[in-house]
């Protein structure tokens, strides 16, 4: 596609439920990453691939978070047991690598009831 | 890691007027600094970058500054437009190969 695409758009699930987030980067692009944007704040970092390899996952709050991108393109942010904090829009973007531009997706807002 | 400072947090400037927002960052290998605009509800877009070698770089209206000495870059935006009003997220790229993002100004131009 065009740009990087995420799914779904909107997520609603109770608290304990698990729940999996979609990325799919610009075709060809390395680098992915993950972000966490809570209401009114900056992104925050949550993991770093490039192609297949998760190079970084320091941003990663807790064990409960998981991501994966086993074929180097699309990636899934996987979040067990949801908690209500966990509530925020989850950004993917992807880059050509290094140091050069990041292109974001429209982001999930997940909301945890 | 990399820390990165953001201010002011809210600004509000009359139509036309001139728009500075300021970051400050931690890691002196930070050498890619680019600047997003966050529409409400849209993801963000990337308006202007600058690199380490550059002190200085314009696009239109659009202008950023970088002191690597002092560790602080600049966002300016000159003749502002109702359309300008958003969020804006400072960022810088380090080694670790991930952006690190400011907290965020929240623009508004009044008509």
Redesign the interface.
């Known amino acids: 596609g065009a740009g990087v695409s995420q799914s779904p758009r909107y997520k609603v699930a109770k608290r304990g439920q698990d729940v999996a987030l979609r990325c799919d980067p610009i075709s060809g692009h390395v680098s992915l990453f993950w972000y966490q944007q809570a209401l009114g704040q900056g992104p925050e970092f949550l993991t770093y691939f490039q192609n297949e390899a998760q190079l970084d996952k320091s941003g990663l709050p807790s064990d409960r978070f998981f991501a994966e991108r086993p074929e180097g393109s699309v990636s899934t942010l996987k979040i067990q047991r949801t908690q209500q904090e966990d509530s925020a829009v989850y950004l993917c973007a992807s880059s050509g690598g290094g140091g050069t531009e990041a292109f974001f997706g429209q982001g999930t807002r997940l909301t945890v009831v | ?1 990399e820390n990165v400072e ?1 201010h002011p947090s809210t600004l509000s400037v009359q139509e036309g007027d001139s728009a500075v927002i300021k970051c400050t960052y931690s890691d002196s290998a930070s ?2 600094f ?1 600047w ?1 605009k966050q529409e409400l509800g ?5 308006i202007i ?1 600058i ?1 380490s070698n550059v002190g200085e770089k314009k696009d239109q209206r659009i202008a950023v500054t970088l002191n690597k000495t002092a560790k602080h870059f600049s966002l300016h935006i000159t003749e502002t437009q109702p359309e300008d009003s958003a969020v804006y ?1 400072c960022a810088t ?1 380090t080694g ?9 100004t929240r623009l508004q131009v009044q008509p």
Not at chain 2, 42 to 46: A, D, M, S, T
Request: proline share 8%; no cysteine; aromatic share 20%.
């Open positions: 890691g953001q050498n890619y680019p997003y849209k993801r963000p877009q990337l970058d690199r997220f790229y670790r190969r991930a952006l690190t993002f400011g907290s965020g």
